[in-house]
T-cell receptor, first 114, second 112 residues
């Protein structure tokens, strides 16, 4: 049990809608990274938040946005949903400077766009 | 372009044998490489990290090697057990601060 929680577990939306996914990081971790994992693929880096600021972004359009709160929990928002946005969305928490550079992943939110 | 390649075919292996997985990458210069395990419907779980100046790392029945000249990492599970059946992902550091690029993963099926 990693201590990273995500909500909701599953979500079904239609094309054009907006969605907000939530992540609570492991206690003591101030960095949250979001990944998109399509079926049969590895996770793809969306962006990372460190101390409430975006700290690096992958190759995702601006309709993917995020927030980090003072307690280090985070949200991922996706506007104007497209069918290809259907995927497992994973958040991972870590703490810079830790020896193992290990990321702790949550169970993910399965998003289906119809 | 940048690529991380893992064998797309599932590896079926008899219990007790050694499973060996390969991760090849191009156009990356990672400071470290990690291996994760992922079970269906779950998030990845960290297994091992190996740094660019390390040749080999071990943890219990797991062994990882890292050859920065060949741009390749090998992941070994010795004395494999049915409980080792899962998908194994290799991940490269892409600029520090635990930002990672993942391969597609390689499924391992251990047959009793």
């Amino acid at each position: 049990e990693t201590g990273v929680t995500q909500s909701p577990t599953h979500l079904i939306k239609t094309r054009g809608q907006q969605v907000t996914l939530r992540c609570s990081s492991q206690s003591g971790h101030n960095t949250v990274s979001w990944y998109q994992q399509a079926l049969g693929q590895g996770p793809q880096f969306i962006f990372q938040y460190y101390r409430e600021e975006e700290n690096g972004r992958g190759n995702f359009p601006p309709r993917f946005s995020g927030l980090q709160f003072p307690n280090y929990s985070s949200e991922l928002n996706v506007n104007a949903l497209e069918l290809d946005d259907s995927a497992l969305y994973l958040c991972a928490s870590s703490s810079p400077g830790q020896v193992k550079n290990e990321q702790f992943f949550g169970p993910g939110t399965r998003l289906t766009v119809l | 372009s940048q690529k991380i390649e893992q064998n797309s075919e599932a590896l079926n292996i008899q219990e007790g044998k050694t499973a060996t997985l390969t991760c090849n990458y191009t156009n990356y210069s990672p400071a470290y490489l990690q291996w994760y395990r992922q079970d269906p419907g779950r998030g990845p779980v960290f297994l091992l990290l190996i740094r660019e100046n390390e040749k080999e790392k071990r943890k219990e029945r797991l062994k990882v090697t890292f050859d920065t000249t060949l741009k390749q990492s090998l992941f070994h599970i010795t004395a494999s057990q049915p409980a080792d059946s899962a998908t194994y992902l290799c991940a490269l550091d892409i600029g520090g601060n635990n930002r990672l690029a993942f391969g597609k993963g390689n499924q391992v099926v251990v047959i009793p």
